[in-house]
């Protein structure tokens, strides 16, 4: 019974014998916390007491015989998800004393699916960044070499899984936070369509690119994952009413046939020269398989970055205005008037990064500006859409690398915006598009794991994870561990 | 207030109508009115992170009522968007409200001015949005209160077109909106407690010039006495501004009803950018043509025509009409009295006069009337078939009101109300008076007519006033022919 190396299918299997029961498996990773979370800094919050009441009434159900695929199974979420009663703080000084009255839908389904929280993970501030260094509580470490980041913004998250202080956690993805991350970590990552899981109770970044998913150690995991988390939700109008398919049944289906489209201008930027070798490795693998590569274009991709980085901060610089210093969160000592108050409250409560979009996001959004900006962004947004729209009439899935580069050193791009966001140059067209995207291990460059982007058709979660469940069949670089933190 | 000689005014109003639904637009808290501060404010109200607003499904149904009511074009698809600006009643900083594309479009309303003259005035558009909180600036010195009970109310914003020509028709048009709103059940038309705000938008040109003049905007006025009284002023001011040789800028102006005067709050220049975009929490709208048409089919008449019915219908002067179709519950009363009657004009009667005086008197509505239509309608009825006099049908309305009773019938019975009918039993009365005095009924046989009244109010007074007059006086005519 290898505990540090299991996935959540595996947990299962031991609890449901009675190898393990949930209490003992939560002191294991509290444990592991304690001992690892120093050097790592991956969680702000640890909720040791709520999980070990968790865990108890686990154990009961798993005793009763009516455990669900995730009861007992100890988990990290991102210090996103408001969750009553704990503090939530989005990484942010703004929010560092905040607690929500009220939990988030995906925080909620996970709780009565019987998983339990270990606590809340670190995170860029606000979910802005590709680094995680942008947390008002510190950078965190990436497990697989600690001068190192573990990718961002769910940068926590990712390295909490692969550190194995939890056994999988939620991330939230808006232009790449959760596929870069696991790429950088050598995790699965999911973001599902727009709209397949709820954002209620999740803080806002951009509104109409934020989505929520899983970051695990497989597939079959995040197929797991995903059936919880995913599903209608009143409470979110923009939440989608479809079904939620049952993903785990669909992971061994056949893919011979399936269509896989592989796009050159993947190819023909700043890719790392190994990257692209593993990358070119891992569609061989596929091929093997059965599946069909056939090329096909995005012409309207090279605009992506320039598009999302209007589209991200406007949203932002509306999303943010509520933290005023007025009625929760930051506020700044002895104000003289209101103008004073907001001033320094958003001033002092904000960092770096954040206060940058909000000022590019205003400025996109103004008078005169409109059109030239948040307009012309939009326009873009529609050719991308309709870019896979045309390419999955005639592909089933996209395949490419997931970041241009395996993790970089702690500092090594803090000093340049626009060398930062070139990390999610190959995810945020999905973003935009809204359709589904996954990354999963690829191998290693120079001893850190690098990921490959799998983009499916909105909805199609189900085809996305049964190729990725056959890849990991086949490979074995998702089972592959990061070396034990000191 | 005339308009000065050599000028003409502009007038077009933005006036926002607090629907009267039970919640609020984007959440599930309260729209009562008077609670403690911030009592109904929930989660989503008070822009807490991680929350997200969800359309109350009812406001879609009034919007499309009061676009239907002003023959508009309800658009298929609208949508929301933010309107970004930092106060601190406003928890979001954004406000989220219609502004490319909003739920109506185009329509018009029929105004009648003081003169009887009639007027159309053309409707721009009218969107849904939230209402924001309140601030409390009196409440502690150096503090200022933020009340966020109000903030998420719903608010429908109609827009005229400048073709108000004078506060006359200003408020005209004001009124002519609130009986809408109202009679549609879209507004409570309360006016007291800000169901009904308006913004005025006024401009002033030589009678001769063919454009617009420089507008101000004068915000946020409470009643139809501010908003007649603000025109004339802010008018007043353009023109003495402009005939001293001055220049007017656009601006945004607050009427002070103390001094009597418009302020400049800011000008054109210093507007906000309120930068708007897209709501991305939010669909767009969509409204079927199957949801229109069942709220078409199941709307009211509206006070226009059916003042024009219930003249013709009822045979009732244009005044009465007008009264009783101006409000919808009292319309509903009337008609139903004068269904039960057959009797149009003593129901317009009854409840115009005495109902309708009790009602004022006592600060009541029509709903809230102790006396039901059943009831009005019975009581006309015992006055036309005879069994009660006019006289004695007051001192049962009294009683209905009092609620010492339910059934008129019943009470006169009991009572002994009757009218006394039998020639048999006034006969010899009007024999014995006649005989007593006999030269007022010599005079009265001569052509005196005035003493008629005297011999019947014998009568009636010998019989408590149960005999029925009309009868009294045919039969002392009968007696004195020769």
């Known amino acids: 019974m290898n505990l540090r190396s299991a996935t959540i299918a595996e947990l299962r299997a031991f609890l449901d014998r009675g190898d393990i029961s949930a209490v003992e498996l939560t002191d294991y990773y509290l444990d592991r916390i304690d001992r690892f979370d120093k050097s790592l800094n991956t969680y702000i ?22 455990a669900t695929s995730l009861t007992g199974i100890p988990i990290a979420e991102k210090d996103l998800f408001c969750i009553e009663g704990t503090r939530t703080t989005a990484g942010s000084k703004m929010l560092a004393n905040f607690k929500a009255p009220y939990t988030a839908t995906v925080s909620t389904k996970l709780a009565n699916a019987g998983a339990i929280t270990l606590g809340k993970t670190n995170m860029d ?96 995991d995040a197929a797991i994952m995903l059936e919880h988390m995913a599903g209608h939700d009143p409470q979110d109008s923009t939440a989608l009413a479809e079904p939620v398919p049952a993903y785990t049944s669909a992971l061994n289906n056949d893919i011979k046939g399936l269509r896989i489209g592989v796009c050159q201008a993947f190819f023909d930027t700043d890719l790392d020269a190994e990257v692209a070798a593993k990358t070119r490795e891992a569609l061989r693998v596929l091929e093997s398989l059965g599946a069909k590569l056939i090329d096909i274009a995005l012409p309207h991709m090279a605009y992506s970055l320039g598009a999302y980085y209007v589209i991200a901060p406007a949203e932002c610089s509306a999303n943010l205005a509520r933290f005023d210093g007025i009625r929760y969160g930051y506020r700044c000592e002895n104000p003289e008037d209101l103008q004073d108050l907001y001033t320094r409250s958003r001033g002092e409560g904000f960092g770096q990064e954040v206060k940058k979009r909000i000022l590019v996001g205003t400025f996109a959004l103004s008078a005169g500006y409109y059109d030239a900006f948040y307009g012309r962004a939009q326009r873009v947004r529609r ?26 050193g702690i500092g090594a791009k803090a000093e340049s915006g626009v060398d930062m966001y070139l990390q999610d140059i190959f995810t945020i067209s999905a973003s935009l598009a809204g359709v589904p995207a996954m990354s999963i291990p690829a191998g290693l460059v120079a001893d850190l794991p690098i990921g490959l982007q799998l983009i499916g058709n909105y909805l199609d979660e189900a085809t996305l994870l049964n190729l990725a469940h056959q890849f990991q069949q086949a490979t074995d670089w998702h089972t592959l561990i990061a070396p034990e933190a000191p | ?66 676009g239907l009511g002003v023959t508009g074009t309800i658009n298929s698809e609208s949508r929301f968007d933010r309107k970004n600006y930092f106060y601190p009643d406003l928890p979001k900083g954004y406000q989220i409200t219609q502004m490319d594309e909003p739920i109506v479009v185009g329509g018009h309303i029929q105004i009648t001015g003081k003169d009887q003259s009639e007027k159309v005035v053309r409707i721009t558009r009218a969107h849904l949005e939230e209402d924001a909180g309140k601030s409390i600036h009196d409440f502690k010195p150096s503090f200022t209160g933020i009340d966020l009970n109000r903030a998420g109310t719903p608010l429908l914003e109609i827009v005229s077109e400048p073709d108000l020509k004078s506060a006359d028709e200003a408020v005209a048009y004001a009124k002519a909106i609130h009986q809408l709103l109202t009679y549609l059940d879209v ?88 930068r708007y975009f897209p709501e991305p929490d939010l669909l767009p709208v969509k409204i079927s043509d199957a949801f229109i048409n069942d709220i078409k089919d199941n709307m009211p008449e509206l006070p226009g025509p059916r003042s024009v019915r219930f003249q013709s219908e009822f045979g009732l002067s244009l005044a009465d009409a007008q009264l009783l179709a101006g409000d919808r519950g009292l319309g509903d009363f009337f008609e139903q009295v004068a269904m039960i009657t057959g009797n149009g004009r003593s129901a317009a009667n009854w409840v115009r006069g005495d109902l309708l005086g009790k009602l004022n008197e006592q600060n009541l509505n029509i709903s809230e009337s102790p006396v039901s239509p059943d009831q009005m309608g ?105």
């Not at chain 1, 709520?50 to 108890?56: G, L």
Request: glycine share 10%; net charge negative.
């Open chain 2, 187 to 274: 507004c409570d038309g309360n006016m007291a407690e800000g169901s009904l705000r308006f913004d005025a938008n006024v401009s002033v040109r030589p009678v001769d010039a063919q454009d617009l003049g420089v507008r101000s905007e004068i915000k946020n006025l409470n009643s139809f006495r501010f908003l007649e009284q603000a025109i004339n002023h802010e008018v007043q001011r353009q023109v003495d501004a402009l005939t001293r040789g001055e220049t007017l800028t656009q601006d945004t102006r607050l009427f002070d009803p103390d001094r009597l005067e418009t302020r400049a709050m800011r000008s054109k220049e210093t507007a906000t950018d309120y």
């Open chain 2, 378 to 482: 019975a009581l006309i009825g015992l006055i036309d078939d005879d069994i009660i006099s006019g006289k004695t049908a007051k001192t049962v309305f009294a009683a209905l009101w009092a609620g010492e009773t339910t059934q008129p019938a019943e009470y006169v019975k009991a009572q002994g109300l009757e009218q006394v009918s039998d020639a048999g039993a006034i006969e010899p009365l009007i024999e014995t008076l006649l005989a007593e005095h006999p030269k007022q009924a010599e005079d009265l046989r001569a052509g005196k007519d005035k003493l008629m009244g005297f011999f019947v109010g014998k009568v009636m007074q010998a019989t408590g006033g149960k005999a029925n007059p009309q009868q009294v006086n045919a039969m002392i005519r009968q007696k004195l022919s020769p």
């Open chain 1, 45 to 66: 919050t640890r909720t040791a007491d709520t999980a070990r009441a968790s865990a108890i009434a686990a154990d009961k159900v798993i005793a009763q015989g009516k």
């Open chain 1, 125 to 220: 501030e606000f979910a802005m960044g590709s680094s995680n260094e942008n947390s008002y509580f510190g950078p965190v470490r990436n497990p697989w070499d600690l001068n190192r980041v573990p990718g961002g913004s769910s940068g926590g998250s990712a390295a909490a899984v692969a550190a194995g202080l939890c056994a999988a956690s939620t991330g939230t993805d808006t232009g790449g936070s959760i596929r870069q991350p696991a790429a950088l970590c050598g995790l699965t990552g999911l973001k599902p369509t727009y709209g397949r899981i709820s954002r209620w109770g999740m803080i806002a970044f951009a509104s109409s690119l934020d989505q929520a998913g899983p970051m695990t150690r497989s597939a079959e």
């Open chain 1, 383 to 408: 050719l991308i859409k309709q870019d896979f729209v045309e390419a999955f009439n005639q592909v089933d899935v996209i395949v490419g690398p997931t970041t241009p580069t395996p993790a970089f």
């Open chain 2, 1 to 66: 207030m005339s308009i000065p000689v050599g000028w003409q005014v502009d007038i077009g109003l933005e006036i926002h109508a607090q629907l009267s639904t039970q919640s609020k637009i984007f959440s599930g808290a309260s729209t009562a009115f008077g609670e403690a501060p911030n009592s109904q404010a929930c989660a989503i109200d008070l822009g807490m992170p991680g929350v997200l607003p969800r359309v109350n499904a009812a406001v879609y149904e009034k919007a499309v009522r009061f």
